[in-house]
């Protein structure tokens, strides 16, 4: 699936389905570059341990091994940058954003 001519806004039936199906088989999906054993940036590590002090059972998806997942995701969210949080099908945000939840805890309650 090719999606580079694709304008901002506009998201392939096909990919938009692809990600509604990988958000709905778990519960926390992290959209990373890399995977939680091998992250492939700080960014990615960071939300990684943010996760993993929460004992949070969760899958990740690499963008940096599918450049359609990657390009879509952005469409998808409306957000530009790597790595996206999604709890319960909501998307929850970005490095910045799980940080400051985690450090006022508010990450705790999200993800119980």
């Not at 700080?42 to 059972?57: M, P, Q, R, W, Y």
């Not at 450049?67 to 319960?88: C, H």
């Amino acid at each position: 699936m090719q999606i580079g001519n694709t304008t901002q806004g506009e998201l392939p039936a096909e990919l938009k389905e692809k990600i509604d199906t990988i958000l709905a088989k778990d519960k926390i999906v992290l959209f990373m570059k890399g995977d939680r054993f091998q992250p492939q940036c700080g960014f990615s590590d960071a939300v990684v341990k943010v996760l993993n002090f929460h004992d949070s059972e969760y899958a990740t998806y690499d963008v940096l091994s599918n450049p359609d997942l990657r390009a879509g995701m952005k469409i998808y969210s409306e957000w530009a940058t790597f790595p996206q949080l999604y709890v319960n099908k909501e998307f929850i945000g970005g490095c910045d954003i799980i940080m400051e939840m985690h450090q006022n805890s508010e990450m705790a309650a999200i993800l119980k």
